[in-house]
């Protein structure tokens, strides 16, 4: 859960399974718009407290950002305990690695463009502190002419590729993601859009409930920001609805999750310093 709060926040780093046309081109897309945001504003220093539903204090991020934006460097505590560790590094204000440092646990990733700013290559090693193993993961993408996602071709240390396949419309939008190994289909995600074209829901088949259910469901306000979505996993049993609000230069100051009986898990709100 805090993962994808701050996934949602800040940057786009967690290797989640699931949806990579979400995670991996529109998560970044988000990252460098919160990053021009940051930099326009000449943040230094944000701040987020987390408080339960019991009104305790349970999480504090603290982000700081030089003056030339090449490394961000973040810290997220849970209960005064260290849990999280990010370095953000940036080249001519593109996100070019993101090491990430968990205890027990080392993940880099390194990001590569195509001159019109397109990701082309994604590459995350995670190590293992205590066995000394590590796990990579490749994600090789191509595009159409026109610049839309064609294919991505996923290589993970000790299996086998995947290859994921869009599916766009006349307009670029991607349809359809789906998921081939071995010449066969193993997943596919739909996505549908609103009127302004942003991304409405993520749906794939539940074989439990054996029809088409959606992974997310967003709502945005009329300046095209996201202030609601709908989080849902464990066959629909697991649901978390998150609702967001910002301030008038497009930072974020708050973030509410609560649970599927709509009661409250975290409420995180942010500060700003300038430099």
Do not use: C
Request: no cysteine; proline share 2%.
């Amino acid at each position: 859960m805090r993962g994808l709060m701050l996934f949602l926040f800040i940057t786009q780093y967690s290797l989640v399974s699931g949806q990579y046309y979400y995670t991996d081109l529109i998560g970044l897309q988000q990252t460098q718009k919160n990053y021009e945001i940051i930099r326009k504003n000449r943040i230094k220093l944000i701040s987020g407290t987390g408080i339960d539903a019991e009104g305790n204090v349970t999480i504090l991020s603290r982000t700081e950002i030089p003056t030339d934006g090449k490394k961000i460097t973040r810290t997220l505590s849970e209960n005064n305990s260290i849990k999280e560790l990010v370095y953000q590094f940036y080249e001519l204000g593109r996100l070019k690695k993101t090491t990430i440092k968990k205890p027990g646990t080392e993940t880099i990733i390194e990001y590569q463009y195509n001159p019109n700013g397109l990701l082309t290559t994604l590459i995350s090693i995670t190590k293992d502190s205590a066995s000394g193993s590590s796990i990579s993961e490749l994600h090789q993408w191509e595009y159409s002419s026109g610049g839309t996602p064609k294919k991505m071709i996923k290589k993970t240390s000790g299996m086998d590729s995947v290859t994921i396949e869009f599916q766009t419309d006349s307009a670029g939008l991607v349809l359809e993601e789906t998921w081939i190994k071995k010449d066969k289909k193993i997943e596919t995600y739909y996505f549908y859009y609103n009127s302004e074209n942003r991304i409405s829901d993520i749906v794939r088949y539940n074989t439990t409930a054996q029809k088409l259910l959606p992974d997310f469901v967003f709502e945005y306000n009329e300046n095209g920001q996201l202030i609601k979505m709908i989080q849902i996993g464990l066959n629909g049993r697991n649901i978390t609805h998150w609702n967001y609000s910002y301030y008038p230069n497009g930072l974020r100051e708050k973030e509410i999750a609560k649970d599927r009986n709509k009661s409250l898990i975290i409420s995180t709100q942010y500060q700003f310093e300038k430099h």
